[in-house]
């Protein structure tokens, strides 16, 4: 088994897209695997204190709500090495290479924090400082892992052998989870909206979503079926199996959402009971997240240490 790292960044509130694509998926490889809140990562944009604290609580223990309980869990920001060498690799990094980052030249404007420039360089140290041997990743970040590479190739040429560089893996394409309400687009936490599920939603708001989600106008015998010109009503079934459920003996739509909203229900109301449960005991989560971000030190600090060493410091 080789080490897993995967970060989620607080950008919002974690929905079922997130639940079957990322959660379920850390809960089934535990072993050696360092799963962090990356709190730094939603300082790149304006932001709330307050919202940035509770979606960080919020997340952490959904992470532990999941079961999450033999992994490593953290906050990114109460591991300082990840800004200690985020700053080592900047020294490596030139603004011309962070300057044709796609996802900084989409967002930028002249008032774009300078964290969001940095940020592919602080998504490098979160990776290096764990010496990951692979790093699975989608398109959207594929180029922020390039980047890593990059930087850590330079770093061992230039200042001497300090960090493994990881290959790069493009994962086998889960479920994805659609818009309810777009449903060409995916459900994400940082665009919510009636189409999205949020992980706590109490059982009226998931069946309001499902009711109003798009279908289309067809009423045929085989109206329910997977189509790439019905995207709704192939969302709808993806949903319906991802939580458990099966369309046998379902031919309208009406009788759909009723399965895919039970379905829904029935996956998120264990996960709710057990999250209600940790957060109404703050000081076990906390203690959780202490002992790991411990261990995330003592992983991490002698690969600060080299590097810092081998600059000079
Ligand atoms: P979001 O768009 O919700 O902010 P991110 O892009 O930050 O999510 O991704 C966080 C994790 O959740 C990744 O592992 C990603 O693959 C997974 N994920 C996000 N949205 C979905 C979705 N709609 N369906 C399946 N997996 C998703
Ligand atoms: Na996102």
Same mark, same amino acid.
């Given at each position: 088994m080789t080490r897993t790292l995967s970060l989620l960044t607080p950008s919002g509130r974690l929905t079922l897209g997130n639940l079957v694509g990322?959660?379920?998926?850390m809960a089934q490889r535990q072993e050696d695997a360092f799963y962090g809140v990356?709190?730094?990562?939603?300082?790149?944009?304006?932001?709330s204190p307050a919202e940035l604290a509770e979606r960080t609580r919020e997340i952490?223990?959904?992470?532990?709500?999941?079961?999450?309980d033999r992994a490593t869990l953290f906050r990114q920001s109460r591991v300082p090495t990840h800004t200690g060498l985020a700053y080592l690799l900047e020294c490596t990094a030139t603004t011309g290479e962070l300057g044709r980052m796609v996802q900084f030249k989409e967002k930028s404007t002249p008032s774009t924090r300078a964290s969001l420039f940095t940020y592919p360089v602080l998504m490098a140290a979160d990776i290096l400082l764990y010496r990951p041997a692979v790093v699975p990743v989608g398109d959207d970040q594929r180029q922020h892992v390039e980047l890593t590479r990059d930087l850590a190739l330079r770093f061992n040429r230039r200042y001497g052998e300090?960090?493994?560089?990881?290959?790069?893996?493009? @994962?086998? &394409?889960?479920? =994805?989870?659609?818009?309810? /309400?777009?449903?060409?687009?995916?459900?994400?936490?940082?665009?919510?909206?009636?189409?999205?599920?949020?992980?706590?939603?109490? @059982?009226? &708001?998931?069946? =309001?979503?499902?009711?109003? /989600?798009?279908?289309?106008?067809?009423?045929g015998p085989d109206a329910v079926r997977r189509s790439p010109d019905k995207p709704g009503v192939t969302n709808l079934l993806d949903v319906l199996e991802s939580c458990g459920g099966s369309a046998a003996g379902v031919?309208?739509?009406?009788?759909?959402?009723?399965?895919?909203?039970?379905?829904v229900v029935a996956t998120l109301e264990p996960l709710q009971d057990r999250y209600r449960e940790l957060a109404a005991d703050p000081s076990y989560v906390e203690t959780v997240l202490a002992a790991g971000e411990e261990r995330c030190r003592q992983v991490t600090e002698p690969v600060l240490a080299a590097a810092s060493r081998a600059m000079g410091l």
């Amino acid at each position: 088994m080789t080490r897993t790292l995967s970060l989620l960044t607080p950008s919002g509130r974690l929905t079922l897209g997130n639940l079957v694509g990322a959660l379920q998926p850390m809960a089934q490889r535990q072993e050696d695997a360092f799963y962090g809140v990356s709190d730094l990562h939603a300082m790149t944009t304006e932001h709330s204190p307050a919202e940035l604290a509770e979606r960080t609580r919020e997340i952490a223990t959904l992470l532990l709500a999941v079961g999450l309980d033999r992994a490593t869990l953290f906050r990114q920001s109460r591991v300082p090495t990840h800004t200690g060498l985020a700053y080592l690799l900047e020294c490596t990094a030139t603004t011309g290479e962070l300057g044709r980052m796609v996802q900084f030249k989409e967002k930028s404007t002249p008032s774009t924090r300078a964290s969001l420039f940095t940020y592919p360089v602080l998504m490098a140290a979160d990776i290096l400082l764990y010496r990951p041997a692979v790093v699975p990743v989608g398109d959207d970040q594929r180029q922020h892992v390039e980047l890593t590479r990059d930087l850590a190739l330079r770093f061992n040429r230039r200042y001497g052998e300090v960090f493994t560089v990881p290959e790069i893996a493009t @994962p086998a &394409v889960g479920a =994805r989870v659609m818009d309810l /309400a777009e449903p060409t687009r995916k459900m994400s936490k940082s665009r919510p909206g009636s189409g999205v599920i949020g992980l706590l939603d109490p @059982p009226d &708001v998931v069946r =309001r979503a499902v009711s109003r /989600a798009v279908t289309d106008s067809d009423v045929g015998p085989d109206a329910v079926r997977r189509s790439p010109d019905k995207p709704g009503v192939t969302n709808l079934l993806d949903v319906l199996e991802s939580c458990g459920g099966s369309a046998a003996g379902v031919t309208t739509y009406g009788a759909l959402k009723r399965a895919v909203t039970d379905a829904v229900v029935a996956t998120l109301e264990p996960l709710q009971d057990r999250y209600r449960e940790l957060a109404a005991d703050p000081s076990y989560v906390e203690t959780v997240l202490a002992a790991g971000e411990e261990r995330c030190r003592q992983v991490t600090e002698p690969v600060l240490a080299a590097a810092s060493r081998a600059m000079g410091l």
